[in-house]
């Protein structure tokens, strides 16, 4: 079935650096959807990209879609306090439902 | 307007035995889905219900069973647990199955511990 590969797993940061979080696949997605979920809570849509090269950005966040529509990034310029949390990518699956990544724990350091 | 609710919110069980899980979907928005998120890890795809019916199923064993309402609110039962059962459960909802342009919105989830 269908699998996404997301890294890194965890990601320590200083408070004011860049975040960056990857998402692979090895078949061509229809589209991708990312998700942010906060400690203890449960996960919230962000975005979804289904245009090949697509860019968007949310204020401090920018995600890509690759030209070949296999992989997928997401990008936080200058983190804050308020970013801490796990950020999962998630595509199609054959079922229907939703194929999340493992998800990147982003942990930020004040 | 109300989100995606679920409950309860925290449910402690020993195992063999049977739970039900419970979840109410955003106002105006007919498709469940049910996922199971183990600790650390991304949340799972376990079945889908449209129009009281299941339309998709993951990788889970028929333990896992659901049911859909005329009003779209769904449960989800798992019967016989094991403690590989410990998990938080998901409900996601989203309007129609196929028009996969739109996102789910998730409820806050049921934390299941098998004892």
């Known amino acids: 079935g269908q699998q996404v590969m997301q890294i890194p797993q965890y990601q320590h940061v200083q408070e004011g650096e860049d975040f960056t979080t990857y998402c692979n696949s090895s078949?061509?997605?229809?589209?991708i959807q990312w998700y942010k979920q906060r400690p203890g809570g449960h996960p919230v849509f962000l975005i979804q990209?289904?245009?090949?090269?697509e860019v968007k950005k949310q204020k401090r966040l920018t995600f890509q879609f690759g030209e070949a529509k296999k992989n997928s990034s997401l990008h936080i310029t200058a983190t804050q306090t308020t970013d801490v949390g796990t950020y999962f990518c998630?595509?199609?699956?054959?079922?229907?439902?939703?194929?999340f990544g493992k998800g990147t724990h982003l942990i930020i350091q004040p | 307007d109300a989100g995606v609710t679920q409950s309860p919110t925290h449910l402690i069980k020993t195992r063999g035995q049977q739970v039900t899980l419970r979840c109410s979907p955003k106002s105006g928005h007919d498709t469940v889905s049910w996922y199971q998120q183990a600790l650390g890890q991304g949340p799972q795809f376990i079945f889908q219900y449209y129009e009281e019916e299941e339309r998709q199923r993951g990788n889970f064993p028929d333990r896992f069973s659901g049911h859909q309402f005329p009003n779209y609110s769904s449960e989800l039962n798992v019967n016989a647990l094991l403690l590989g059962d410990s998990a938080l459960y998901l409900c996601?909802?989203?309007?129609?199955?196929?028009?996969?342009?739109?996102?789910?919105?998730f409820g806050p989830g049921t934390r299941l511990t098998v004892t």
């Open positions: 996601a909802s989203r309007i129609s199955p196929g028009v996969w342009a739109y996102e789910q919105y």
């Open positions: 998630a595509a199609r699956g054959g079922a229907d439902g939703l194929t």
């Open positions: 990209l289904v245009k090949s090269g």
């Open positions: 078949t061509t997605l229809s589209n």
